[in-house]
Every structure is written in C-alpha cells, then in structure tokens.
C-alpha cells in the first residue's frame, strides 16, 4: 500500500456526518435526543409527488439509465418554475442542468473553474462544503465577512482593498446559511458589479429562497448577471425532497456546457421516477408554500421561545430553515451546545462549524414537529 492521495488529507469528515454517529448511539442507548441539529425537512413530498413516483417506477421501461441533461420536460418545468417564482427566462435546452442535488453541483463547478493555486472567496461564516470542495481540488479558500446588520452583505470594501488576482470563483448564498441573513436585490446589483470589475465567476447557491422569505430572489434575475453568473437551486428544502437529490443548474449556455462535460464523466442521469417527480413538484400551486410558511413560522416562534430560555439573542427578521442565535457573555457555544446535548438531550449545532466568525453562535434547525419543539422547551428549567 503506497497511501491515499494527498487531497484526503486536505479535508476532514462532514461534521454530520461524524456527529450524529454520536447522536444516534446515544438514541440506541435509549437517550431521548430531540435533534435539533440538522437541517432535513421532516415533512413529506406532495402526494402528487410520490404518485409520479410510483406510476414511473410501475412501468418496466422507467428503469433504464437517463439522459445527463435529464429528460426534456423536466427542464422546462424548471424554466417554468423561474419564469413563474423569480422572473428569469432561461431555455430550458441551453442554460439549465439538472443536478443529483446542488451539493454536487458544487463539485462539479469547483472542477470546472479551478486549477490548482485558484483563489476562492467564502463566506465567514458560510456553508462548509464551499472549503471542503475548493481543497479538493487543491484551490484556496480566501474568506470574507458578511454584514448581518445590513442584510448579509458582504465586506466589498475590504475586498477591494486585498489582491483579487487569483480569485477565480465567488460563492454567495441568499438566504444564507447558517446565519438567515435575507440579502436583497440591491446587494446582488453591487456583487455583479464587482464580479464584472475582477474577472470573477458569481456562484449563488439558492436553496432556501421559498423558506420563510418576503420575496424569492434570483441572481439571474439582475440584470447582465447571466454574463459573470451561474445559480444552483434545489428541491430538497422547498419541496420537502431532501433525499431525493434534486438540484438544479441554470446559467449562460456555454458554462453549462463545460459543466456538462464534467458531470457526463462523474455519473449518469437521475432515474426517472424522481424526474417525473421533480416535474409534479416544480408545477405545484402557490398554496404549497402558503402551508410550508405557516409550518415554519409556527416552528420558529417556538424555537425563538427556546432561545428565549436559553438567554441566547437571535434576529428576527432572518429568512431560510434555521435560528441562527449569540451565547451569552461568560458562556461559549461548545458549552451550550454540550449542555443541552449531555444534560437535557437536545442536539443544536456550534457556529464554529461555519468558519471563524461562527464562534459564540448556534445555530437551530426548524426540522423537527412543534410538538418535539415544546418538549425541548419543557427541559429547560
């Protein structure tokens, strides 16, 4: 055995995914752990969903493997779908992609932009797997922070004030997680701006724009945005589809199909049963969101109460599927969090997760029934 390659050791295991081998012995051990951790939709899929599912996987000749770009009326529902909820006109055969969920997507947009020694800018605090997947593939993750008084927006003066010449690729994240910050379209207009001035690719990660926001937004929907970028969206928030792995990939035409070129040689296309799913999903009525919203809200208000308890501060005017919440002084988030784990059972996740600028924070998860919610409340004395 000559050893792995040099990139295993240039990351280390999700943290969910060692964490909850934790959790779940200590639920095996008859611990009753409320988890308040993660953020996987609990709810079910439309039954309109599940019966495309099922009528596709009842035809012997669904089984087959499926186009990389996914079957046509699948990209149409997806234009469809921008056109309907963000204002963005896309051809359904040139600027969208299928993906087997955007978390894939970014991998697959990291392989396409970056050589090794490429600079990536990431949000601090932001989504993990940004970093992860930039040393991978041996680029280099360059952090900037975001302005919660002012929506998320990011630091562009200090930015302005650093060496962008090797930074290839930006990620944003509207919603964002972990923290909610909403943004707004007055925060996309400066960030196509400075992604025009420095040569930079935009990549807006969008998966949380139908949860518990005024308004969805799509970059795309700034104008000349579709010159600098591209937009990963996905079913698994909105549309309680989480395991499912639809995402979705939408840009200008010759970036997609360079992405294209990479994804054709990593996997095949999604089977069709999801697809036909997917389709039934992305055409439901705007009473689907009106329900999911009065869920969340409900959700959130008690987990603000939990909070409350916990003396912990939070804003209120933050957007998406989590609680993103401030410890107290003389206390530290690994001291919340392992208190609540170890004396009353209940898992949240530590912002230090998030980057540097997590630490002192928790953040909750909206993922669990009122009814779990108001027991977490009852344990805390």
């Known amino acids: 055995m000559k050893g792995f390659a040099d990139r295993v050791s240039s990351v280390e295991e999700y943290y969910f995914s060692s964490k909850l081998r934790e959790v779940n012995q ?26 495309a599912l099922k009528s596709t996987a009842e035809n012997s000749q669904a089984h087959g493997y499926q186009n990389y770009q996914g079957i046509p009326q699948l990209r149409t529902s997806i234009a469809s779908f921008y056109s309907r909820e963000y204002g963005v006109t896309l051809d359904p055969n040139k600027e969208i992609l299928p993906m087997m969920g955007s978390k894939e997507g970014i991998m697959h947009l990291s392989m396409t932009f970056l050589n090794p ?76 701006a400075f992604a025009k001035k420095h040569q930079i690719v935009l990549l807006h990660d969008n998966p949380y724009s139908h949860i518990l926001t005024k308004e969805p ?12 970028a591209m937009e990963l969206n996905s079913l698994s928030k909105a549309f309680n589809m989480p395991g ?10 010759d970036w997609i199909a360079k992405v294209l070129k990479v994804k054709s040689n990593m996997d095949s296309g999604m089977f069709l049963g999801i697809q036909k799913g997917a389709i039934a999903a992305l055409n439901l009525g705007e009473s689907w969101f ?52 170890y004396e009353k059972n209940i898992f949240i996740t ?16 909206l993922c669990m029934p009122e009814f779990k919610i108001l027991e977490a409340i009852n344990r805390i004395k």
């Open 244 to 253: 499912w792995r639809v995402g979705m990939l939408a840009g200008r035409e």
């Open 26 to 51: 200590m639920i095996a051990d008859g611990k009753p752990i409320i988890n308040l951790g993660i953020g996987s939709p609990d709810l079910a899929p439309d039954k309109l969903v599940i019966d």
């Open 350 to 365: 530590p912002g230090k997760i998030f980057g540097s600028a997590g630490e002192g924070y928790v953040r909750f998860s």
């Open 117 to 192: 020694g490429d600079e990536v800018l990431i949000p601090n605090p932001g989504y993990p797997t940004y970093t992860s997947v930039s040393n991978l593939v041996g680029a280099q993750p360059k952090y900037y922070g975001i302005d919660l008084t002012r929506a998320g927006r990011p630091n562009l003066e200090e930015l302005e004030s650093q060496d962008l010449s090797k930074v290839k690729i930006m990620w944003i994240n509207y919603p964002h997680m972990p923290t909610g910050a909403p943004g707004n379209k007055a925060i996309l207009q400066e960030l196509v």
């Open 290 to 341: 009106s329900d999911i919203e009065s869920t969340y809200q409900s959700r959130r208000k008690l987990v603000w109460k939990l909070a409350d308890k916990l003396n912990l501060t939070y804003d209120t005017k933050a957007a998406g599927l989590f609680v993103w919440c401030q410890v107290p002084e003389g206390k530290t988030a690994d001291q919340v969090v392992d208190e609540l784990l």
């Open 217 to 228: 937004i799509s970059i795309l929907s700034i104008p000349e945005a579709k010159d600098v």
